[in-house]
């Protein structure tokens, strides 16, 4: 059963970079059924995909944030990483980590980022 877990820094000020990691057990992040993904459900909007890793280590973003944001993983770790620079109040949310496997997706339990001064 594969199993994630987000970690990172519940309050960030406006236009630092957000960075959280996802934990991974259950599975390699290098194993080629799984592609890897950040998505986020701003207060009362649904759930938006930021972007994701293959086992290949290919990245994919979404177009609206492409700019401000870089995925990566520590394979020693079996960790995946998400950078989101010039952050604003409007990138306060929850924060998954999510794989993908054929049909099936597993979720971490998500983390709440806070961007205020």
């Known amino acids: 059963q594969v199993q994630l877990q987000e970690s990172g820094p519940g309050l960030v000020k406006p236009s630092q970079t957000l960075s959280l990691t996802c934990t991974v057990s259950?599975?390699?992040?290098?194993?080629?059924?799984?592609?890897w993904n950040w998505i986020r459900q701003p207060p009362g909007k649904g759930l938006e995909w930021m972007g994701g890793?293959?086992?290949?280590?290919?990245?994919y973003y979404s177009p609206s944030g492409k700019s401000r944001t870089s995925v990566s993983r520590d394979t020693s770790k079996n960790q995946i990483t998400l950078q989101l620079s010039s952050v604003t109040p409007e990138d306060t949310a929850v924060y998954y980590c999510?794989?993908?496997?054929?049909?099936?997706?597993?979720w971490g339990q998500g983390t709440q980022v806070t961007v205020s001064s």
């Open positions: 890793i293959s086992a290949s280590a290919t990245t």
């Open positions: 259950g599975a390699s992040i290098t194993d080629n059924d799984y592609y």
């Open positions: 999510n794989a993908n496997r054929f049909w099936k997706n597993y």
